[in-house]
């Protein structure tokens, strides 16, 4: 077996790229109706400035036949969409799910041990076009592919891409909280078999990779046992720049608990302490925007107060969660809450004053640079006079609302910044919100919460 190969399969030697933001899109707007094999099959030569395609999306081999390798490192070209190795077995999906578009690859992982899918080719093709370095003028290249989970990874085990250094290095690309996101996320359209991940050439350039001279442009390795389907890998020249790329690396904290504490404030239970109350979470800085002001109910909670703002125009505003402390990192990977969790909390309206719609809203936000998510308008009324239990379905945050694609931000949830945040619907300048009032609490994130 090629010494690259195993060097891949056992991933040794690597040089790190923390690069777990991938996101999904479906943006693209090359005219696959004419193929759309940048080069056509193996042994063509790229079309100029286009798509260089390393498996077509109906099933074609573009320029580079795909393999696996097993965990005892024994190669096995995938033929007619089958491959079978010791604990990896490739299937095509058009004969197991009829809705599926032709060509995509059921891929299963077992055994508990690594394995992994590759393309690669006798021959070096030129593909540095696609890995043009973006500048004021130009956007650099992305790797992209569809990609659909079915189940998640163990939750210390990673999956990741990797290329080959000349020097027989290799670095890594960690996408496992790309994978976890798109865990039972619909599909983005009607040819491919999941969410589209886009990852800029320069991840793997700005390491040394050579695309001049490659044979290998895409290996994808799994630490755990994963069933996932894989359609359409393909290098896009000038990509770099478009919306929903992953950049290259990120610090954030995975939160991956069955349930998450984000804010809660009760009284203190140790009587003799003079600190009456107790604000507990991940989300434990609090703050009012806009024309809200806070209050601290005796009872617990924490409430948005609207008064003395009669006059002022658009008079809105709201509050945030997010996490303090030295020991906490700001930003959080929420990935895993994707496929069946929630963001739960208490709500009371104790007035909804002169509001015309007498409805809030709830989001989460991002740092600058990423996409924070989708605002959910909670229903007319709710929680007044009564408190409520409220649960959003954190797909309805995350999920692409601007149109039917079903794209989900993973960049954005695997950076989120103000975990919680909640203001009434905004009004025109000629309405204020005087007199309103509404509390929270009880704020968590909750895994397949019980109906």
Same mark, same amino acid.
């Given at each position: ?65 795909? &393999?696996?390798?097993?965990? @005892? =490192? ?10 079978? $190795? #010791?604990?990896? %077995? *490739? ?58 989970? &079915?189940?998640?990874?163990? @939750? =210390? ?10 020097? $027989? #290095?290799?670095? %890594? *690309? ?278």
């Amino acid at each position: 077996m090629d010494i690259r190969l195993k060097e891949l399969a056992r991933s040794v030697m690597l040089v790190t790229l923390s690069a777990s933001m991938l996101s999904g899109c479906m943006d693209d707007t090359y005219d696959y109706s004419q193929g759309g094999n940048g080069g056509g099959g193996g042994g063509g030569t790229p079309t100029p400035g286009a798509i260089y395609t390393i498996y077509g999306y109906q099933g074609s081999d573009g320029l580079y036949p795909l &393999k696996v390798i097993d965990d @005892t =490192d024994n190669v096995y070209t995938i033929e007619n969409g089958i491959a079978q $190795g #010791t604990n990896i %077995e *490739v299937s095509p999906v058009s004969a197991i799910r009829a809705d599926s578009a032709e060509g995509s690859l059921l891929v299963k992982i077992t055994g508990g041990s690594p394995a992994t899918i590759i393309a690669e080719s006798d021959t070096a093709y030129d593909l540095s076009k696609a890995a043009n370095e973006a500048d004021e003028e130009n956007s650099g290249g992305t790797l992209q592919f569809y990609l659909k989970p &079915k189940t998640q990874t163990a @939750t =210390d085990k990673k999956v990741f891409l990797t290329l080959p250094k000349s020097d $027989g #290095t290799a670095t %890594e *690309v960690d996408i496992t909280g790309t994978y976890n996101a798109f865990v039972n996320a619909p599909d983005a359209d009607s040819f491919a078999a999941g969410q589209n991940v886009k990852i800029p050439v320069s991840c793997f350039t700005d390491l040394g990779i050579d695309f001049s001279q490659n044979t290998l442009p895409f290996s994808l390795t799994s630490e755990s046992d994963v069933e996932f389907e894989l359609n359409h890998i393909r290098l896009r020249e000038k990509t770099s720049t478009e919306k929903y790329v992953l950049p290259c690396s990120m610090d954030s904290e995975l939160l991956s608990e069955p349930a998450s504490l984000l804010y809660r404030r009760i009284k203190n239970p140790d009587t003799e302490s003079s600190q009456k109350y107790l604000e507990e979470g991940i989300s434990n800085f609090v703050s009012a925007w806009g024309l809200a002001s806070l209050g601290y109910p005796s009872e617990g909670g924490i409430i948005a107060n609207y008064n003395n703002v009669a006059g002022n125009q658009s008079a809105n505003g709201g509050i945030t969660f997010k996490a303090k402390g030295t020991d906490l990192k700001p930003v959080k990977d929420i990935s895993r809450y994707l496929a069946n969790g929630v963001v739960s909390f208490d709500l009371q309206v104790l007035s909804y004053a002169s509001h015309p719609d007498q409805t809030l809203l709830v989001k989460m936000e991002t740092p600058q640079g990423f996409n924070s998510s989708t605002s959910v308008t909670l229903a007319q009324g709710l929680g007044y006079p009564d408190q409520v239990t409220v649960q959003i379905p954190i797909q309805d945050l995350f999920l692409e609302a601007s149109d039917s694609s079903n794209r989900i931000d993973a960049a954005a949830l695997q950076n989120v910044e103000k975990l919680f945040a909640i203001n009434p619907t905004p009004v025109d300048d000629k309405t204020d919100l005087e007199g309103m009032k509404f509390k929270v609490d009880n704020i968590q994130l909750i895994m397949d919460p019980t109906p």
